[in-house]
């Protein structure tokens, strides 16, 4: 199933957990030390360098460097819980939709069905597949941070599955209750 | 005295830092095309974007994660070879910045862990020298990425709870944190030794090879029943559900205090790379 983010904010129900699919937009590559410089910006008030109201999709990545010729470096998702206590505020902000690897804390997934959200999961170590599904890339800013500089990916077809739905079934949560 | 030029080791380093992360080893590879069948469903589709991954990842001299990796090197270094000019740790730490920079891998090193500003050139490297008989060096490249680092555990258990309680801990640590370390995982175990030297020997337990056969008959053992008992916990490839949930489990065992017990987990994504060269 092909997906496109701008049909998806419009309605994030039509996805359910599980399901597999096909994603393009744009997404912004957000991790570690990047979230902890938004929160703290928006928590104080003060202004960020980019419009962080155009950000309605975030890629937990940090990408190897682009070699010359190529459009992206490696690119594939790395652990989405590492920056759970920074969620529930992004996705209050207006953020739709999370792409990354693992499993989210509970108060996480409440904050997605709160506000009709959703978090997908990547293949990890799959990065030499997702980087061609990656059809421009703008940076965004924080340089310094080196790999963890924010960068505006446009993505065309990448494979995702439906990780948390907006309605808040988790398909990690689900895996654990049926092992027991 | 073999005298090797300084500059002989920061090339071999170089070329093991693109090598290793560019291409899957075979026993790797193999084993994920081996556990095709055993899965289904979208697990089945995981492990095959796997496999397809590591063939282009090849092909086009790409590196297989964008993680590549903490730059982790085993060396055993012959007690009849001199060094010339600089120092073991200088080539290599010199073969990793070179290696990393000139082929484009990501630096994922932080030069203190609190202000954490990040080094641009992937070094300090982790060096384990090991003395040996021999005029050669032997030198093992293996990057680690950080979730499954993050997913791994040491606990210092006490010796009344035995193998019973130690595969407790370990099935504890897998159950709890697989599946944000990109499964299907090889799990390194170390067992004895002490608070230091345990993490150390999980860590070298995850150099053996996939289909490797641990000489000590009541570890090979003991392995066999962790691979069962992990391939039951139903976590899967990515850990969205499935049998396969690990390649393989490695034990290294070390003499230990009549009071102690420690146990290390050292967790090993799929994107298991590693590899040799002897000088």
Redesign the interface.
């Known amino acids: 199933m092909k997906i496109n983010l701008q049909d998806l904010i419009l309605n994030t129900e039509i996805l359910k957990f599980g399901q597999k699919i096909l994603f393009s937009g744009i997404v912004y590559t957000i991790r570690d030390i990047a979230h902890r410089k938004i929160f703290d910006t928006l928590i104080r008030g003060d202004e960020l360098p980019f419009d962080f109201s155009n950000i309605m999709a975030i890629y937990y990545c940090g990408p190897s460097p682009t070699k010359p010729g190529n459009v992206v470096g490696a690119c594939g998702p790395t652990t989405s819980s590492r920056v759970d206590v920074f969620t529930p505020t992004i996705l209050d902000k207006g953020v739709k939709v999370l792409i990354g690897k693992g499993n989210r804390s509970d108060y996480v997934l409440e904050s997605i069905k709160r506000n009709k959200a959703i978090y997908f999961i990547a293949t990890g170590g799959t990065a030499a597949i997702i980087s061609k599904t990656v059809k421009r890339v703008e940076f965004v800013a924080f340089n310094d941070l080196g790999p963890e500089a924010i960068y505006k990916f446009e993505i065309k077809d990448m494979p995702l599955i439906t990780a948390i739905d907006s309605f808040g079934n988790n398909i990690f949560k689900i895996r654990r209750n049926n092992a027991k | 005295m073999r005298k090797i030029k300084c500059k002989t080791i920061i090339n071999a380093v170089k070329y093991l830092c693109a090598k290793s992360n560019f291409e899957l080893p075979e026993d790797v590879l193999k084993s994920l095309i081996q556990s095709i069948n055993l899965e289904t469903g979208?697990g089945r589709?995981?492990l095959k974007?796997?496999i397809?991954?590591a063939k282009?990842?090849k092909k086009?001299q790409?590196?297989?994660?964008?993680?590549?990796g903490v730059a982790n090197f085993f060396v055993k270094l012959g007690n009849d070879v001199c060094i010339e000019q600089k120092s073991i740790y200088y080539a290599i730490n010199k073969g990793v910045s070179l290696g990393y920079i000139s082929n484009?891998?990501?630096?994922?090193i932080v030069s203190d862990p609190i202000k954490?500003t990040?080094t641009?050139n992937n070094t300090p490297a982790n060096i384990y020298i090991d003395i040996v008989s021999g005029n050669k060096i032997e030198i093992v490249f293996f990057p680690k990425?950080?979730?499954s680092e993050?997913a791994s555990e040491l606990k210092m258990l006490t010796p009344s709870v035995g193998w019973k309680g130690i595969k407790e801990f370990i099935l504890d640590v897998i159950n709890n944190k697989a599946?944000?370390?990109?499964p299907p995982l090889i799990i390194g175990i170390g067992i004895g030794g002490d608070f230091a030297s345990v993490g150390l020997l999980s860590k070298k337990a995850l150099l053996r090879e996939i289909g490797s056969v641990n000489p000590n008959k009541k570890y090979f053992d003991r392995e066999q029943e962790l691979l069962n008992d992990i391939n039951k916990?139903?976590?899967?490839?990515?850990?969205?559900?499935g049998k396969v949930t690990a390649l393989a489990v490695f034990i290294e065992s070390k003499p230990t205090h009549i009071s102690s017990l420690p146990v290390a987990v050292n967790i090993q994504?799929?994107?298991h790379r590693k590899k040799m060269i002897i000088i």
């Open positions: 979208v589709d995981i974007e796997i397809a991954n282009i990842a086009l790409y590196p297989l994660c964008q993680d590549t484009y891998l990501r630096k994922s954490r990040n641009k990425g950080g979730g993050n599946e944000n370390a990109c916990l139903g976590i899967g490839p990515m850990g969205i559900g994504c799929h994107s």
